[in-house]
Nanobody, 121 residues
Framework: QLQLVESGGGLVQPGESLTLSCEASGSTLDYYAIGWFRQAPGKEREGVSCISNSGRTKYAESVKGRFTISRDNSKNTVHLQMSSLKPEDTAVYYC???????????????WGQGTQVTVSS
């Protein structure tokens, strides 16, 4: 059974960078689209970025130009490089997979446990 584990979160100052990783076990990520989502306190979970199994990427408007998603199928891992971080990026970040292999937000499941990102001066 596919399991996802996020890592790389932490406390950073505005303008700094972080790279999150999502490592899969139990199945290869080759067959899935992988998405990053976040949930801030008191807010609904939102899609941040996604990469299809063919490598096509999708970003929320709020992170375009600042975040970059990439996948390393040889390591069964997906990364989210986050730069120019803002306080409003503070949230728990989750990765998930979509079996339809495309970046359609409502099709994701098999959530990881999340990693906290806090952007504060």
């Amino acid at each position: 059974q596919l399991q996802l584990v996020e890592s790389g979160g932490g406390l950073v100052q505005p303008g700094e960078s972080l790279t999150l990783s999502c490592e899969a076990s139990g199945s290869t990520l080759d067959y899935y689209a992988i998405g990053w989502f976040r949930q801030a306190p008191g807010k609904e979970r939102e899609g941040v970025s996604c990469i299809s199994n063919s490598g096509r990427t999708k970003y929320a408007e709020s992170v375009k130009g600042r975040f970059t998603i990439s996948r390393d199928n040889s390591k069964n891992t997906v990364h989210l490089q986050m730069s120019s971080l803002k306080p409003e990026d503070t949230a728990v970040y989750y990765c998930a997979v979509s079996p339809i292999r495309l970046c359609v937000w409502g099709t994701f499941g098999s959530w990881g446990q999340g990693t906290q990102v806090t952007v504060s001066s």
